[in-house]
């Protein structure tokens, strides 16, 4: 349970804020994932870093900035966010992208955001 | 790209009886599909997971079937207790990356 946290757990901000959400992996991967969940939708992904390069980014609007400096921690940098933009924040880690047992993903406990 | 779609997005059953869910996916490239349970509040777990060289896989209560032709792939629960009442998500990696089903919300009446 403890092998991906995430903070905060829970964040409600005014669309004029800036605030940062925290993810690190305690598993030894070299992958980390920032997904969006919400209600009825699938999960979407949103970028993701194999060995701290971005190797993804799927036309993610820029109000949301991820940061990797190190295998071990990803931030989300959000600012100017609208309404539509509440919902759950996954961080997901594996060990790599593809092939073999590499792409198994593990996912922290997420970060209810609420954006007013 | 691919595409998952996931049924049913509700289903209730009796304790003990069986649950089975479906998915389709359309990308012939995928060879690897997890299933996740998520808890109400919590995160996405893994609990089976099957490639595509490989046509069913069991463990205990649980199991996966996967029909690569018909490109198709279902959870099966047998003996269903309260405590498997969660959302269960599906997923397909293409060699890319994971698309995911949009979930079965289960839920076991004791």
Redesign the interface.
């Given at each position: 349970e403890t092998g991906v946290t995430q903070t905060p757990r829970h964040l409600v901000m005014g669309m004029t804020n800036k605030k940062s959400l925290k993810c690190e992996q305690h598993l030894g991967h070299n992958a980390m994932y920032w997904y969006k969940q919400s209600a009825k939708k699938p999960l979407e992904l949103m970028f993701v870093y194999n060995f701290k390069e971005q190797t993804e980014n799927n036309s993610v609007p820029s109000r949301f900035s991820p940061e990797c400096p190190n295998s071990s921690h990803l931030f989300l940098h959000l600012h100017t966010l609208q309404p539509e933009d509440s919902a759950l924040y996954l961080c997901a880690s594996s060990r790599g992208t593809s092939g073999g047992n590499q792409e198994t993903q593990y996912f922290g406990p997420g970060t209810r955001l609420l954006v007013l | 790209g691919e595409n998952?779609e996931q049924h049913p997005?509700t289903l209730s059953v009796q304790e003990g009886d069986s649950a089975v869910i479906k998915c389709t996916y359309s990308d012939s490239a995928s060879n690897?599909f997890?299933w996740?349970k998520q808890e109400l509040g919590?995160?996405?777990?893994?609990i089976i997971?099957i490639r595509s060289n490989v046509g069913e896989k069991k463990d205990q209560r649980i199991a996966v079937t996967l029909n690569k032709t018909a490109k198709h792939f279902s959870l099966h629960i047998t003996e269903t207790q309260p405590e498997d009442s969660a959302v269960y998500?599906c997923?397909a990696?293409n060699?890319?990356?994971?698309?995911?089903?949009?979930?079965t919300s289960l839920t076991v009446i004791p």
């Open positions: - | 998952v997005s690897y997890p996740y919590k995160r996405p777990q893994l997971d998500f997923a990696f060699g890319n990356q994971f698309y995911f089903g949009t979930g």
